[in-house]
């Protein structure tokens, strides 16, 4: 499968693809010749696309496990080990972010040729980068404007209270004014935007030496996240061709339907409403391609709906008495949403009790199941 760099850069005015790619060949990451990395015909920026027809189950790229970038691969791997109790947060995400800021800040990284492709690390323009008013007043009524402002107080309170006392620490390697706030603000904004999240296996290999360290990664349920270069230059649609599959040795893309040539190589970053891709990606798909786009309802708000529409003070006392009965109960929250998909409710149970809260017992509920949990994303 293996190719030489020329053959997949197809527009050669773009002076960082060319030394990227070749960075690829040295770190054996293997890409099809039958597609290329373009800035041009794409949906945004970089992206891949199709020289010839491709059929469903092609693998498109491998990248080694040696070529991802991780707290697991990063030069400074042992030091994060040795200070891993420190560095415990509730994201999970600040070793990842300390070896980004490293490794993004020195030269002879063997990851700066992929921190190439973004002079000056200019993060995509996510709504955490926007000014408050316009947040304000472009994002009213999404869920965009709390998810930031969650989002924009655990950093600062990260990066004060564990990052730069870690910094301090190790004035040899790290410094407050080159890694700084900002900078940990645009890693974060690279690692919401770029980096994937391996699933987890369900049955481990007890005779494995990284034993611990997975029962360490996996405590908060999920696997750290980690870079993988090379399959953070697909796009994302709903109506995706391609997606990453996880072997023990690499990770491929792959195929999963037929694919002409010309035509862009889409992943899947999720199954996500436009304003979860807004608030991670900093972008929306247009209407209606957005098949997996939802409209989310605080539940607060049927509660503050149920409060209108009672006649008499002894009604509203009612609806409070049994919103604070079922909240105690931890069947609804002031924070719960309820979430409507393009085919039915997401979130079935929740609503049925909310409009029993809300006094609307006898109502039926007029939607079949929508399917499946509600996706969380981190509190990032
Ligand atoms: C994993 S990167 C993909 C590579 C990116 N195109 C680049 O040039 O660096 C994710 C970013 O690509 C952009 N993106 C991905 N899918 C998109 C789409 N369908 N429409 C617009 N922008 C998209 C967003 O800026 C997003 O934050």
Request: with cysteine; aromatic share 10%; hydrophobic share 35%.
């Amino acid at each position: 499968m293996g190719s030489c760099p020329a053959q997949v850069v197809e527009d050669e005015g773009d002076a960082l693809l060319l030394p990227f790619l070749q960075w690829c060949q040295k770190v054996n990451i293997q890409l099809n010749p039958k597609v290329y990395v373009s800035t041009q015909g794409t949906v945004w920026q970089y992206g891949m696309l199709a020289r010839e027809d491709l059929p469903a189950g092609e693998v498109i790229f491998s990248v080694p496990r040696s070529a991802l970038l991780s707290q697991r691969t990063t030069r400074i791997r042992d030091l994060l080990e040795k200070e891993q109790d420190i560095l415990d947060s509730s994201s999970g995400w600040v070793p990842l972010l300390i070896s980004l800021m490293y490794e993004a800040t020195d030269e002879s990284s063997l990851w700066a040729p992929y921190f190439g492709l973004w002079p000056q690390l200019t993060p995509p323009d996510l709504p955490m980068f926007w000014s408050e008013d316009e947040r304000l007043q472009l994002l009213k009524g999404t869920g965009v404007i709390e998810a930031v402002k969650g989002d924009l107080e655990n950093m600062e309170r990260e990066y004060s209270d564990i990052v730069l006392p870690f910094i301090r620490k190790h004035p040899k390697m790290f410094c407050p004014q080159k890694h700084s706030l900002d900078l940990y603000k645009r890693m974060v904004a690279f690692v919401m935007a770029y980096s994937f999240q391996e699933p987890l296996q369900e049955e481990e290999d007890d005779d494995d030496d990284d034993d611990d360290d997975d029962e360490e990664d996996c405590r908060k349920g999920t696997l750290p996240p980690m870079m993988v270069p090379v399959a953070d230059l697909l796009n994302h649609v709903a109506h995706h061709n391609a997606q990453l599959e996880f072997t023990p040795e690499s990770l491929r893309m792959v195929t999963t339907r037929p694919v002409m040539a010309g035509d862009e190589l889409f992943n899947t970053y999720g199954e996500m409403g436009n304003w979860q891709l807004l608030h991670m990606y900093g972008f929306a798909e247009p209407h209606p391609n957005n098949s997996n786009e939802t409209a989310d309802i605080p539940t607060a708000t049927l509660q503050e709906a149920a409060l209108l529409g009672a006649e008499s003070e002894e009604e509203r006392a009612q609806v409070r008495d049994r919103w604070t009965f079922l909240c105690h109960m931890g069947m609804v929250s002031e924070e719960g949403t309820l979430v409507f998909g393009c085919e039915g409710v997401l979130t079935e149970d929740e609503l049925r009790t909310c409009l029993k809260v809300s006094d609307y017992d006898s109502a039926p509920i007029p939607y079949e199941a929508g399917g499946g949990a509600y996706r969380r994303y981190p509190s990032y």
